[in-house]
């Protein structure tokens, strides 16, 4: 289900720094460090990449349709068209709240 997790595999952001003797040794505590070699990693997300497209017209959505007119058996019936040319993506947005990371290690409430 859930499509948003990182599927790649390579440096993780929110471990330690690999070795023994890291501030969270005992199971009840976990420790927030950053990685020493990544050192910009936060568990925000600041940004993301919009779903919604930009027309021609420069109108903003997320579908855009056509109303076409089609005769069949002499009546005229008005059907709707999706267009999918010439759209442009919104491209990457800011949040206006931060939100955590979806492969953020910690469990932050537990009821």
Sequence with gaps: MGGSGSKSKGFWPFSGSGSGDDAAKDGNEQSLTRARSFPGATPFV???RSSMYFDEDGDLAHEFYEETIV???????AKL???QKNLTPQGI???DHPCIHVDFPIILCEA
């Design 71 to 77: 005769t069949k058996n002499g009546r005229k019936r």
């Design 81 to 83: 068209k999706r267009i």
């Design 93 to 95: 947005i800011k949040l």
């Design 46 to 48: 600041f940004t993301r």
